[in-house]
T-cell receptor, first 112, second 112 residues
Framework: GDSVTQMEGPVTLSEEACLTI???????????LFWYVQYPGEGLQLLLK?????DKGSNKGFEATYRKETTSFHLEKGSVQVSDSAVYFC???????????FGKGTMLLVSP | NAGVTQTPKFRVLKTGQSMTLLCAQD?????MYWYRQDPGMGLRLIHY???????AKGEVPDGYNVSRLKKQNFLLGLESAAPSQTSVYFC???????????FGPGTRLTVL
């Protein structure tokens, strides 16, 4: 079946450091890929998405590229802020999928 | 637009008690979902619905029942609560296309 694997956290960074959170997937079809973010005490929000191979999703300085050859969708940001501290979830789904398959989430902690 | 709302926000139950969690969405979405979130386990799908009057089992359906009598509402019931059902419960909804899910703020349930 479909699955998503994310790097375990927490990831601890200083403000303005570079961020990469790894995400790899296995899927039988041609899914879309998503990154969701969960701030403390809140529900999940869509951060970015990509619907086909080589697409790049971007939002709020975060980027991720859909790499079919490596089955990856790594989340990157060039300079993190304290306000980026949250849990990040990678997920796959898309047209023809009734549900999303989520990774276990990666906590990011950014200190001043 | 209120988006996805959940009632109640917090609840404490005793083992064996029953309760219903209400999810409501005002976006005319077809699909609705119930998840539970536990430390180290990520999000796990309990039940979902692809339209009014339909329901389907997710990854962890045991001990829960659902109903979707109206398109805008999705109810999650616990007939006889157990301590293992202590969790944070999230509801989500989506259109058919695009298929990103919109999440509610969550319900924190404690079963003593």
């Amino acid at each position: 079946g479909d699955s998503v694997t994310q790097m375990e956290g927490p990831v601890t960074l200083s403000e303005e450091a570079c961020l990469t959170i790894n995400c790899t997937y296995t899927a039988t079809g041609y899914p879309s890929l998503f990154w969701y973010v969960q701030y403390p005490g809140e529900g999940l929000q869509l951060l970015l998405k990509a619907t086909k191979a080589d697409d790049k999703g971007s939002n709020k300085g975060f980027e991720a590229t859909y790499r079919k050859e490596t089955t990856s969708f790594h989340l990157e940001k060039g300079s993190v802020q304290v306000s980026d501290s949250a849990v990040y979830f990678c997920a796959l789904g898309g047209a023809g999928y009734s549900t999303l398959t989520f990774g276990k989430g990666t906590m990011l902690l950014v200190s001043p | 637009n209120a988006g996805v709302t959940q009632t109640p926000k917090f609840r404490v139950l005793k083992t064996g008690q029953s309760m219903t969690l209400l999810c409501a969405q005002d976006m005319n979405h077809e699909y609705m979902y119930w998840y539970r979130q536990d430390p180290g386990m990520g999000l796990r799908l309990i039940h979902y619905s692809v339209g009014e009057g339909t329901t389907a089992k997710g990854e962890v359906p045991d001990g829960y029942n659902v109903s979707r009598l109206k398109k805008q509402n999705f109810l999650l019931g616990l007939e006889s609560a157990a301590p293992s059902q202590t969790s944070v419960y999230f509801c989500a909804s989506r259109l058919d296309r695009p298929n990103e899910q919109f999440f509610g703020p969550g319900t924190r349930l404690t079963v003593l």
